[in-house]
């Protein structure tokens, strides 16, 4: 038996989560980034992550050709920029923000709790997602709270 949509849907929303903002460069040089709750980590030796993408999201192509992709933790106060990357790809999506850029050329964005620069080391279809593996090569933290998704909306660790 199969649990039915709406449960599951509000089982997985009273799982707290961090929010990242995921980057990669497309196979035209075009910077792209989307928001993502969906990330995990994987092992620590190697050090690997993962991140878990809809087949129907805009980046979904660039970021299966890509070999590397960069992964944003956001902070708390970061809420605005999570919606701004929630919505539909725009070629503007970057504009006016402030960013560096990696070693493997993808966008790291300032003010984040922690970025991370990953080589993307196996994908795995799963149902209408796609699981890509990553295996961190570059990594920065900061002494910040984290932004957090729960329940449908966004929420702030206070401890």
Known sequence: MTVDLDTFRSVL???ASGVTVITVVDAGGRDMGMTVSAFASVSL????????????????AALR???????????SEQEALSRRFSGVESAHRFDGLGY???????????????HMECERVAQHEAGDHTLFIGQVERAI????????YYRGGYARLER
């Open 13 to 15: 929303g009273r799982f």
């Open 45 to 60: 030796e190697p050090p690997l992550v993962s991140v878990c993408i809809d087949h129907a999201a805009s980046m979904y």
């Open 65 to 75: 050709d890509a070999e590397q992709f960069g992964v944003n933790i956001l902070a």
């Open 100 to 114: 560096e850029r990696g070693e493997s050329g993808v966008v790291l964005l300032d003010d984040v709790v922690a």
């Open 141 to 148: 933290v900061r002494d910040a709270r984290p932004l957090l």
